[in-house]
């Protein structure tokens, strides 16, 4: 139990799984109310049974705009303030290559995993950004991934979405300072429920890596909960002289690379 986030309200995306989830639960125990946006019924449900009190869940998609507006007015309405906006909720491609995709499949699944990947992020910033300017010390704080710099760990339409998050996290934080400082978590290969597109047939795509830690250099496959203390750094006062950045936290994945192209 720590107290680095007392007094601070944060809004996470995706909250009810992997990623997302760890970052609710290291916040909590940090002191912080948490507000979650999340489709997953089940997993809301799991959350305010565990969570009465210093959780409040909206239950939609981040792809609509109106959505984000509730999750951002529950929270301040719970506790009365916001100060951490947390872009977190994606999709994956299975590293589905171009060739492998129909023209049909390739429209409807760049609209699917950008609306939720990239758009998800920039109307979730957009609903929180009036509260964060109330706020004290704001933040804005985005799962990105080893996708966001380096090819091969998913397909084209993953890695494109996740390189423009990268290039979302230097805009949004050009556009906001000197208010809200803007910056990027960046991992790499984590078992998560990581889900696929609903507009591409699973079986018709190869699957994720599926890497075991003697893939990885560090030779540790890691938890969710691993990469929490970045997203505590983001969102505390130890990180004000950072704004712009993405924090590659990916056990040293992209320096060995993802081995040759998926067919
Ligand atoms: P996850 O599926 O375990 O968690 C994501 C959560 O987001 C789920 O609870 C899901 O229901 C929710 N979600 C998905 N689409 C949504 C939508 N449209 N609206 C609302 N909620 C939605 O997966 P995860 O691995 O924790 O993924 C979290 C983020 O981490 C994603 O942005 C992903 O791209 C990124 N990431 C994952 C990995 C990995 O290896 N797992 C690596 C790098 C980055």
Redesign the pocket.
Known sequence: MGNRLVDRVVLV??????????VVDRFLTEGAKVGV????LS?VEELENEYSDSVVCTV?????AD?NVRAVTATVEKFGQLDVFV??????DHRASLESLSMGQIDAAFRELF???VK?FLLGSKSAIPELRKAKAPSII??????SVSAG??GSL?VAA?HA?AGMTRQLAYELAPRIRVNAV??????????GLESLDASGVKS?PGLSALDLPLQVLPT?YDFTSIYLLLASGESSVMTGSVILA?GGTSIWGPGPAVR
């Open positions: 995306t995706g909250g009810g799984s992997g990623l997302g989830r760890a946006l999340e489709r997953n997993r939609g998609d981040v792809s609509s959505d872009g977190n909720a994606g999709v994956y609306d939720i990947n998800g985005f799962t990105a991934s080893v996708s760990f998913g993953y996740k998050v960046a991992p790499g290969y984590v078992p998560t429920q990581l889900g994720n969710p990916d």
